[in-house]
């Protein structure tokens, strides 16, 4: 396949991972939510995530359009640079921002469900767990596949029309590391933001719960446990997955530079074939993971950490 083709191939890939992200939230939103106290307890850890995420992301929106417009004005009639950099900062950061919700919409619907399946067995309470859980890591590698992908077909387009190809091709990834530095935004203040909260919920429900009044750790009569479980969710849900995001594609991008900057031993370069190979691995990656999750069970009475390994 040519360079263009197999960019195509890749950001497939990405798009197969997102349906299959769709097609488990969809299984798991279907499984019995339990008995009424459970399912309040949750509405309320729900909304309360939802509520914080929402207020989190409005702020970081502002941070995220001004970080871009300057990005773009330092970068614009640059010869080995592009002002389109700071759209690949808003891209990078809008996947990192949509990976986040995905994960905690699922996320807050999965927990009560997984304390439900539990009453039925070890192995339908890890399967429900399970498939929560992968709706977050299938959301974080498809959109950072298909995003960068995505993007690296539409530079290829607007830099390849002429001129030394080599110059070309280091133009487009110089541009493309925008992308990473989006998402390394949003998951710098979700993950300290959220990591924040979380802390800060779990010792004042402590403090107040267990210290003051005596109550247990967790029970629902006190109220500072809800907070607890938001920050939960908010610091380990969607401030993790931005995070993972952020790395992810890091990992990716850095690699594309190093295979930009490879020579051959007769001192000829072969970028294209190595600037695809991370690309490529992210997308085998996707197709492999999601045949491993089939494979995801457990008896009862044995251990969940055996079936994940």
């Known amino acids: 396949m040519d360079f263009e083709t197999t960019l195509m191939a890749i950001g497939g890939c990405g798009v197969i991972g997102l349906l299959f992200a769709w097609i488990r939230s969809r299984a798991v939103v279907a499984q019995d939510a339990g008995n009424e106290p459970m399912h309040s307890i949750a509405g309320h850890i729900r909304s309360g995530a939802m509520a914080f995420l929402g207020r989190e992301y409005r ?30 900062l808003l891209v990078g950061a809008a996947c990192s921002a949509l990976a986040g919700n995905f994960g905690m919409r ?4 999965a927990n009560v469900r ?10 339908e309470a890890l399967k429900v767990a399970f498939s929560g859980g992968s709706v977050m890591g299938f959301s974080v590698a498809g959109l950072g596949v298909l995003g960068l992908s995505a993007l690296f077909l539409v530079y290829y387009g607007v830099f390849s029309a002429g001129g030394d190809p080599q110059e070309e091709l280091s133009r487009m990834i110089t541009v493309l590391a925008g992308f990473s530095l989006g998402a390394s935004s949003i998951a710098l203040f ?14 004042g ?34 401030g993790m997955g931005a995070d993972l995001f952020e790395s992810f594609v890091g990992a990716i991008v850095g690699a594309l530079v190093l295979g930009l900057s490879a020579i051959g031993p007769d001192g000829s370069a072969y970028t294209p074939k190595l600037i695809l190979l991370p690309l490529l691995i992210g997308a085998v990656g996707i197709l492999v993971s999601l045949a491993g999750t089939f494979l995801v069970r457990t008896k009862e009475g044995g251990d969940p950490q055996t079936a994940l390994n």
Do not use: Q
């Not at 702020?59 to 700071?86: D, R, T």
């Not at 997984?114 to 192995?123: C, F, I, Y």
């Open 114 to 123: 997984t304390a439900a399946a539990a009453r039925k067995g070890l192995n």
């Open 205 to 238: 429900a402590d403090l107040v719960g267990k210290v003051e009044a005596g109550i247990p750790e967790d029970d629902p009569r006190n109220p500072a446990v809800i907070a607890d479980l938001v920050g939960d969710n908010v610091g380990d849900v969607a």
């Open 190 to 203: 979700a993950r300290v933001g959220g990591g924040i909260y979380t802390k800060a919920a779990d010792v």
């Open 59 to 88: 702020v970081l929106l502002i941070f995220v359009v001004v970080a871009a417009g300057l990005l773009a004005w330092a970068n614009a009639g640059k010869a080995e640079s592009s002002a389109l950099i700071g759209v690949s």
């Open 106 to 109: 699922i996320a807050t619907a």
